[in-house]
């Protein structure tokens, strides 16, 4: 099986508002969130990881230094939701990507969970893989590059990168994981406590 040039986006501008702080910069592991999500994105064998800096952008391109293999992309129009940084990491990937992996610095996920999916992605048959967890869709989701042209035009008026699976939905592949890791989302501070309990 040939693992396919995938581009890793990390999606990491937003303001943080429910979290009440900036959700890149919580301790996660013995380290920041921000740098767990680049160091396991590494990890996997991506070709590439895009961070895409917003909020503060300021306070965490240091943290960047110690990843020469990552590269910070800035979203000045943050403010207007996530479908804006995913197009400023998409114009920043390498022209010869074959996919393209979106996670959220707030989604944060293990080594093994996000190899599974690029593995599946890597066995081919579909545009478009991401895990589930007892039916219910998580990340991270990795799409083939010919959807480019489709991703580039996502909008938030239009769910972003919702709009592009639904569109495809009869040709995605998702991969049932038996671990709820896959629907981890950090948005307020009772997601990140409950969590942390859970957490080794």
Do not use: C
């Not at 610095?105 to 579909?126: E, F, I, K, Y």
């Not at 592009?164 to 998702?174: G, S």
């Not at 709820?180 to 989302?185: F, G, K, S």
């Amino acid at each position: 099986m040939t693992t396919p040039h995938i581009s890793a986006v990390l999606l990491a501008a937003g303001e943080s508002t429910r979290m009440g702080q900036q959700k890149a910069l919580l301790p996660w592991k013995g380290r920041t969130l921000l740098e767990h999500q680049v160091a396991t994105l590494l990890e996997t064998g991506a070709a590439e990881v895009i961070v895409v800096l917003g909020y503060r952008a300021e306070r965490l391109r240091p943290l960047l230094e110690a990843f020469p293999q990552a590269k910070a992309v800035l979203n000045l129009r943050y403010r207007t939701g996530k479908s804006s940084s995913v197009r400023a990491g998409l114009r920043a990937i390498d022209p010869s990507a074959q996919a393209v992996l979106f996670l959220s610095v707030d989604q944060p996920r293990s080594l093994a969970a996000v190899r599974a999916v690029m593995n599946a992605h890597a066995q081919g048959g579909a545009p478009i893989t991401y895990p589930a967890y007892q039916g219910k869709g998580g990340h991270p989701i990795i799409f083939d590059i010919p959807l480019l042209p489709e991703l580039l035009r996502v909008r938030e008026s239009r769910q972003g990168l919702r709009e592009v699976v639904e569109r495809h939905r009869a040709q995605v592949r998702r991969v049932e994981v038996d671990d709820d890791e896959v629907l981890l989302d950090l948005n307020r501070p009772e997601d990140y406590q409950r969590a942390m309990s859970f957490t080794p």
